[in-house]
């Protein structure tokens, strides 16, 4: 073994820079990813509360936009390009289904959408990267799960690029 190689490898394993290591002091950075979010409801005073809690996080959410309508949701999420998108669960299960659903059409790989539910139940399954409960809403639970959803989507990307790129090296064996 080289001199370069052994100290290298001691550098790597030096006992005093793993001591200091943890799962608390590995903080994921987000500052190099900037969140805009559009919040879409039915009920404007329960969606003020949500933006307040998001202009609390000016630091890391850098653009907020709300829509009460499917129409004006569509036409925002064209203009505005936001990266995760906040649905109030009490637009009602039918129109939630279906404006998820036009969501999930329009192919935006990078859009995440986060649920708002007021009870525990599962109506909404397909299409959907996060759940956050109304009664235990808090700026930093807002923003972890944004940070979640967008973690959770990129990682459906990849695997969706990787199945693909496995399924046709798998067809040129065969053929």
Known sequence: MRKF???????????ERMKNLSLNY?????????ISVL????NPIEMSQVYESLTTL????????????DDDTMKKIASANPNCIIIDDNLGIAPLK???EKINLLGKEALS??????????EVLYGVQEYLMKESLTPDRIYFSLVN??????TQK??????????????????
Request: charged letters at 30%; a positive charge; hydrophobic letters at 35%.
């Open 98 to 100: 279906h404006l998820i």
């Open 39 to 42: 919040l879409v409801g039915n």
């Open 113 to 122: 959408i986060t649920l708002l539910k007021t009870k525990n139940s599962q």
């Open 5 to 15: 190689e052994y100290t290298y490898i001691k550098y790597c394993f030096n006992a």
């Open 158 to 175: 990849y695997l969706k690029i990787k199945y693909y790129a496995g399924k046709k090296r798998l067809k040129r064996m065969f053929i």
């Open 149 to 154: 959803a967008l973690r959770f989507r990129k």
């Open 58 to 69: 000016k630091e890391k959410i850098f653009k907020i936009d709300t829509s009460f309508s």
């Open 26 to 34: 590995i903080k994921p950075n987000h500052s190099q990813e900037s």
